[in-house]
Structure formats: C-alpha cells, structure tokens
C-alpha cells in the first residue's frame, strides 16, 4: 500500500501561482510513477501531470504546458506541481495519484492506470 497526502491548494487571483506538495510514504517502493489529475465542478476527473520517479520524465496535458511544471524529490518521497499563471478554470480538486505500471509512457493520462490516490486538496482561481 501507498499512502498519498497533498498539500498546498487554496484561494488565488488569475494570474497567480500555487504549489502544491504529495508526500507518499508506506510501500513507495513499489511505485514507478506519479500523476497529478484534477476535478473541476461538475465535470470528470482529468489528467494534469505526471512523472516517472526513475527519470524524472514528464508528462503534461496541452491545457497546462507552459504554466505548470511537476517535480519529484525521491530522497523524500515527495512530488510537487508548480502552477503559475493559473486561470479560473483551473479551479478544480487536485489530487495526486501513484502507479505501479511499467508502462507508464502508455497509459500516464488514464486515472484507471493508477493504484493509489490522494484526498485531493482544493485550489480556487478567482477571475
């Protein structure tokens, strides 16, 4: 089992910029990769981000390249997403997930292809 716990959402203006943290801890062993996927109101959960612990190699939808950037930190056990110039429709639930596939270049942006997921942490962008 891996246990996943993000940090850092909270209330911005357009424009602004968040970060946000997932500490992972129990069996992170066994993951390859991580991903971060939101929920806007009222709609699916979307992929965002995602990056192999191994490499660092990346992964991100055409919505946020440019703006967003996610980083891990394998001594601890750590993934972060960077997010500047944030527009209100961004506002979403975001949550952090882990995979266990090593096939992760193939399947990064399926929330199905992720065995452990987060609570989420809210991020709010006002216009």
């Known amino acids: 089992q891996v246990q996943l716990v993000e940090s850092g959402g909270g209330l911005v203006q357009a424009g602004g910029s968040l970060k946000l943290s997932c500490a992972a801890s129990g069996r992170t062993s066994s993951s390859t990769a991580m991903g971060w996927f939101r929920q806007p109101p009222g709609k699916e959960r979307e992929f965002v981000a995602g990056?192999?612990?191994?490499?660092?190699?990346?992964y991100y939808t055409d919505s946020v390249k440019g703006r967003f950037t996610i980083s891990r930190d394998n001594a601890n056990n750590m993934v972060y997403l960077q997010m500047n110039s944030l527009k209100p429709e961004d506002t979403a639930v975001y949550c952090c997930a882990a995979t266990t596939n090593t096939y992760y270049s193939l399947t990064y942006y399926n929330p199905k292809a992720y065995a452990y997921w987060g609570q989420g942490t809210q991020v709010t962008v006002s216009s």
């Open positions: 990056i192999w612990w191994s490499d660092g190699n990346t």
